[in-house]
């Protein structure tokens, strides 16, 4: 089965450094999202795409946060320097545009910064 | 903005038994899309059942069934013949028609109780 793939499952790291998560959307997929879900917040819209090209990136803190696509087959969110706050599992999930019920989450990054 | 409230942090329920989660929700659009997903322990994002909101019959996907009423912004979901593997986080999410991100409610966490 197609299925979004992210890397890495689980990632501790310490204050200040550098944090990258990808993902792999469905091949065919030109809608890639971003999520970060936390216990408070519940599941947050970070960013998301469209055939590349960043739609909306308004649920991102842009002094700290990057997404980007370099290509339609991979997908990457970098937090630097990250910080305990951003403590959470960050979900991507891809879809075809305009289906509605196509949508695939991956199984999420959890990460822990100490 | 759309705002999407579960108001029921937790639920519990014999197994084999009926129960329902609740969902409101808050938009000014007339035609848009209600979804169930499911996450259980392994952090997958499922998508249980959705419902188009220009669609007055109710949604039905084997034992699970939605009460969508329109005029009340209530999209509550029926678990019929609960079973030991329903036990998850489930959310309510809302898609405006036009748009193409998902806005979640808070989550339930359902336990099945044997």
């Known amino acids: 089965d197609a299925r979004v793939t992210q890397t890495p499952r689980h990632k501790v790291t310490e204050m200040g450094q550098e944090v990258t998560m990808r993902c792999q959307p469905i091949l065919g997929h030109n809608t890639v999202f971003w999520y970060r879900q936390t216990m408070m917040q519940g599941l947050e819209l970070l960013a998301y795409f469209r055939n590349r090209a960043p739609l909306d990136d308004s649920g991102m803190p842009k002094d700290r946060f990057s997404a980007e696509m370099p290509d339609a087959t991979l997908a990457t969110l970098k937090i630097q320097p990250s910080e305990p706050r951003d403590s959470a599992v960050y979900f991507c999930a891809s879809g075809p545009t305009g289906v509605v019920e196509k949508l695939f989450f991956g199984s999420g990054t959890q990460l822990s910064v100490l | ?114």
């Open chain 2, 1 to 114: 903005a759309q705002t999407v409230t579960q108001s029921q942090p937790e639920m519990s329920v014999q197994e084999a038994e009926t129960v329902t989660l609740s969902c409101t929700y808050d938009t000014s659009e007339s035609d848009y899309y209600l979804f169930w997903y499911k996450q259980p322990p392994s952090r997958q994002m499922i998508l249980v059942i959705r419902q188009e909101a220009y669609k007055q019959q109710n949604a039905t996907e084997n034992r699970f069934s939605v009460n969508f009423q329109k005029a009340a912004k209530s999209f509550s979901l029926k678990i019929s013949d609960s079973q030991l593997g329903d036990a998850a986080m489930y959310f309510c999410a809302y898609r405006g028609k036009g748009a193409q991100k998902l806005v979640f409610g808070q989550g339930t966490r359902l336990t099945i109780n044997p």
